[in-house]
């Protein structure tokens, strides 16, 4: 067992792993740490399907492109889970809010911070884990495989296993970029161009727009995503 900052900063994002499992025991508590975590106004907005099974393992990594959900032992798929919630209501005659903006958004907190509690657990276990937003890439598919309810929607995934890479620590943005002190400061060029800089060996090319664009940039990932995302979030009464 590592001491609290080490788990912190020895956590990586691991994506290759030993065809290992780890006994359903060491699982059990990982999943402790991730249901200790803080949660909106007692609400318990996430859960998360464990998938164990190899085959079922096998066949999300597939659907998503991302093997190294197939190599890990356990893969966590984190739901935005207001179904539950409107069954808890339901059960004593209410009914769940009409607007559900902003418990989606705080669904997405609740079960990122479960996930994080999780992720860090395993690393003080010896074990490592990679967040995995590519469940993205299949939502609907996964909806069908996962059984999953109206309301229950899969916002990323956490694959944990046995380590077989330690892979370097990677950069970060200076302290100074992610907090502003008292009030927000707009960045200043001399700061833009430094984040660049520090950010440059995260790719290949070396040049961290590269990334950035492809991502989240005008016509890029997240834009895509987020046109298919509204149509899921709609079709499955979240929105
Ligand atoms: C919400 C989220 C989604 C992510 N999705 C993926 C993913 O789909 N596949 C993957 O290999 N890594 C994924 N990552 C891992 C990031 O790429 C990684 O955290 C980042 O490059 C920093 O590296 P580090 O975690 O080793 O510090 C994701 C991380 C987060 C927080």
Not at 3 to 30: G, H, L, M, N, T
Not at 122 to 144: D, H, K, P, R, W
Not at 146 to 167: I, K, N, S, T, W
Request: aromatic letters at 10%.
């Amino acid at each position: 067992m590592v001491d609290f900052f080490e788990a912190i900063y020895r956590r990586r994002s691991v994506r290759r792993f030993k065809r290992e499992k780890i006994p359903e025991e060491a699982v059990r508590r990982i999943m402790e740490a991730g249901r200790a975590a803080p949660t909106d106004a007692t609400l318990h907005l996430w859960s998360a399907v464990w998938v164990r099974d190899e085959a079922k393992k096998a066949e999300i990594a597939k659907l998503i492109s991302q093997p190294h959900v197939e190599e890990g032992s356990d893969f966590f798929v984190f739901l935005a889970d207001l179904y539950r919630l409107e069954e808890l209501l339901r059960y004593r005659g209410r009914q769940l809010a009409s607007n559900r903006l902003a418990l989606f958004v705080f669904a997405a907190v609740d079960a990122a911070l479960a996930a994080e509690n999780m992720a860090l657990a395993a690393t003080a276990m010896g074990y490592g884990s990679c967040f995995i937003g590519a469940v993205q890439n299949a939502v609907e598919e996964l909806v069908e495989l996962l059984r999953l309810p109206r309301l229950a929607y899969p916002l990323f995934g956490l694959v944990v296993g046995v380590p077989d890479e330690e892979p370097p620590p990677r950069p970060r943005l200076p302290l100074e970029m992610l907090f502003h002190r008292e009030e927000y400061r707009p960045y200043s060029e001399e700061s833009l161009a430094a984040a660049y800089e520090v950010m440059a060996r995260v790719t290949r090319s070396g040049d961290w727009l590269r990334l950035l664009e492809r991502y989240a940039g005008a016509g890029g990932y997240f834009d895509r995503r987020s046109e298919l995302m509204t149509a899921v979030l709609r079709k499955m009464g979240v929105m």
